[in-house]
């Protein structure tokens, strides 16, 4: 079966680091491009992140840009979001998904507040 | 950016009626080298991960009932729901993936009259 699993997720106060992991299994994250999709408390679907197969070609949202990285560990089949001077906005479930978009995890979530 | 206009913003109709839901994109999600438009349709529930319905605006994702289905070109598309089934209250969204960012809709909340 193919699943994507979210971690890292939690409470932390604002200006403060989190780093999520989006770990695959079914399926080989080398051969894709993937994304992170985020989605505060009773709002909508925001697109975050994303990353080439090769890690070559990489795009963030404006409302992230400078603050989070993205990453990937082809070898350990992982991905990962490095979310730093975070904001009570960031306040959501982060969703990594596959860039065909037809494979997302569960979602993590990061509540920023003091 | 392109940003996606859904409309209505919420719909309720009766189990067995046809539902539909309009998604219009600031600028054409066509590109014209391979003639596909970069469109989506995802169906919410709560508790859940948004689920793939329709990729290039009309092509049903597998497993996906066929009273769903898409259609538009350009920058106006639609999502079809022939036969509202109760395990079709959800909320949908459509997304354009031609070029980041990959934005997608504010969501159209289908409940059941």
């Known amino acids: 079966e193919v699943q994507l699993v979210e971690s890292g997720g939690g409470l932390v106060q604002p200006g403060g680091s989190l780093r999520l992991s989006c770990a695959a299994s079914?399926?080989?994250?080398?051969?894709?491009?993937m994304n992170w999709v985020r989605q505060a408390p009773g709002k909508g679907l925001e697109w975050v992140s994303y990353?080439?197969?090769?890690?070559?070609?990489?795009y963030y949202a404006d409302s992230v840009k400078g603050r989070f990285t993205i990453s990937r560990d082809n070898a350990k089949n992982s991905l990962y979001l490095q979310m730093n001077s975070l904001r009570d906005e960031d306040t959501a479930v982060y969703y990594c998904?596959?860039?065909?978009?037809?494979?997302w995890g569960q979602g993590t979530t990061v509540t920023v507040s003091s | 950016d392109i940003v996606m206009t859904q409309s209505p913003d919420s719909l309720a109709m009766s189990l067995g009626e046809r539902a539909t839901i309009n998604c219009k994109s600031s600028?054409?999600?066509?590109?014209?080298?391979?003639?596909?438009?970069?469109l989506a349709w995802y169906q919410q529930k709560p508790g859940q991960p948004p689920k793939l319905l329709i990729y290039?605006?009309?092509t049903r994702e597998s497993g996906v009932p066929d009273r769903f289905s898409g259609s538009g070109s350009g920058t106006d598309f639609t999502l079809t729901i022939s036969s509202l089934q109760a395990e079709d209250v959800a909320v949908y969204y459509c997304?354009?993936?031609?070029?980041?960012?990959?934005?997608f809709g504010q969501g159209t909340k289908l409940e059941i009259k």
């Open positions: 600028q054409s999600v066509l590109y014209s080298s391979n003639n596909k438009n970069y």
């Open positions: 998904a596959r860039s065909r978009w037809d494979v």
């Open positions: 990353i080439s197969s090769t890690s070559s070609t990489i």
């Open positions: 290039w605006a009309s």
């Open positions: 079914g399926l080989t994250l080398s051969s894709h491009s």
């Open positions: 997304q354009q993936y031609y070029g980041s960012p990959y934005t």
